[in-house]
């Protein structure tokens, strides 16, 4: 994705308020061997790559002055009740060195699964993201996390995700759990529903 700054010149709170009331957000960008440098962005455009999912864990082509550099969107602030981004920060990535970010998780399958089908149970995502190390060359833009064969009582970890090649998850030691499934209370599974009643016990005479 593309991303079109300015340099900016004018640093402080009194240029950042007349860059915003200009249509503008106030950024910058750091990391690498070079020193960081301060830049303004569209704020439109900004606001609505914000909205994508891809803008988060992508590497993102910024052009400054005509001159493009790869780096990757580290934060961001929103005014506390207003749809205006106040600040946006970027790190200059480097091709041969391995990054970290978060990526976000995108569950599949959960309605084929045993949990589901056969006891109607409620599959809860504990995790959304998980954080990654790779190559920016390798990064994905999201995870896949199939959910064909979750069976009742069972947790699916962070082990258990098939990761790209090259793509380590980063857990600080801890297999993570990202995904919980339980049988709602009173629920009846299709196996029980479909049993014959046992029959009654007869008095006696």
Request: proline letters at 6%; hydrophobic letters at 45%; charged letters at 20%.
């Given at each position: 994705m593309k991303v079109v700054a300015f340099k900016r010149e004018l640093q402080g709170t009194g240029a950042s308020r007349r860059l915003r009331n200009s249509g503008q957000t106030p950024g910058i960008i750091y990391g690498g061997s070079e020193a960081p440098v301060t830049i303004a962005l569209d704020h439109n455009a900004l606001f609505h790559a914000l909205k994508k999912e891809a803008f988060h864990s992508s590497v993102l082509d910024?052009?400054?002055d005509g001159?493009?550099?790869p780096v990757l969107l580290r934060d961001f602030q929103m005014h506390a009740y207003k749809q205006l981004v106040l600040h946006a920060d970027f790190q200059r990535v480097d091709a041969n060195t391995k990054i970290h970010l978060k990526v976000a998780l995108h569950f599949v399958n959960a309605d084929v699964s045993p949990a589901v089908k056969l006891h109607a149970a409620t599959i809860s995502h504990v995790a959304n993201e998980i954080e990654v190390l790779c190559l920016p060359s390798a990064l994905?833009?999201?995870i896949t996390v199939d959910l064909s064969n979750v069976e009742?009582?069972?947790s699916v970890h962070v082990s258990d995700i098939k990761l790209p090649e090259g793509v380590t998850a980063v857990t600080h030691g801890k297999n993570l759990t990202i995904a919980t499934v339980s049988v709602p209370a009173g629920q009846v599974?299709?196996?029980?529903?479909a049993a014959p009643a046992p029959e009654a016990k007869k008095g006696k005479k």
């Open positions: 910024m052009e400054i001159v493009t550099q994905p833009e999201f009742v009582g069972q599974s299709a196996e029980a529903a």
